[in-house]
């Protein structure tokens, strides 16, 4: 599969102190791609790197098969980005504001205008002042004017920030929408890991200006465990249970107080009749498989493979 953006050892330093260091990213077309990684990460700084809002200290950027340079301003076209808050003309109105850009862009195609606002559900709005929409209005708006003029590569830094539960659906929605039925590839950084999980096909993790992994959300899948998680307030109890009288030593403690147990060739039904049979009182049980967040942790923490 064809990679439509490359970067390799990208580097930038600010005073001598290096914020992202040798990072290699290599998203393929047609995909989302997750960045992840807690704030301060260097997430924002890279995604300024491939936009051209800031120049490497060291290291290459190639996107659709061609180097960034100072003058690739052809491939910045075939681009829609939203990096950290957009910024509008706030006494204009949202079709206003868009109509600026179309401009700029050399788009003259006004009819995407009414798809763009249609698609972030902010049609009708016309008389409005920007000044006068709220944190999550103006994050629609943000993503109207970056698939405005129907970009290949869409880069969104932390998009579904102000938006409320039934709005992050509905832009999730979109973003799947966008990369499936038009052929866009979506680069999102984000520390929502939830909601990356619902849509990437990869993800990379980043931490301390470094990429501490890059692999497919197929591969977490693979790699990720079930495991039978049991709810009770004796948890020192149940474990000392589980493992001198059922004898499965499989078996970990959570910082809320819950015994995950990752031996699963043992019924849950034997497993909830020997804790009865102590006198351990319990709450809730269910079975799950690890999460991307689960994934996440063991990386930031120096493992691989969630067990």
Known sequence: MTHIVKTK????AYGGKEVVSNVNLNIKQGEIYGMLGPNGAGKT???KMI???VKPTAGEIEIFGERLTDTSYQLLGRMGTIIENPIFYDKLTARENLELHCEYMGYHNKKSINEALELVNLKGIDKKAVKQFSLGMKQRLGIARA?????ELLILDEPINGLDPLG???IRDLFVMLCKQYGITLLISSHILGEIELIADTIAVMNDGKLLQEVSMDHIAKQTTEYIEITTNESSKAAYVLENHLHISNVRITDAGQIRIYDCRIPQSELM???VMHDVAIEAV???KGSLE???LSILNGGGVVA
């Open 9 to 12: 050892q990208l580097t930038r």
């Open 45 to 47: 700084t890279v995604l």
């Open 51 to 53: 936009t051209n809002l």
């Open 147 to 151: 698939i405005l003029t129907k970009p």
């Open 168 to 170: 992050i659906k509905e």
């Open 273 to 275: 009749k020997g804790l």
């Open 286 to 288: 269910h079975k799950k």
């Open 294 to 296: 689960d994934y996440f």
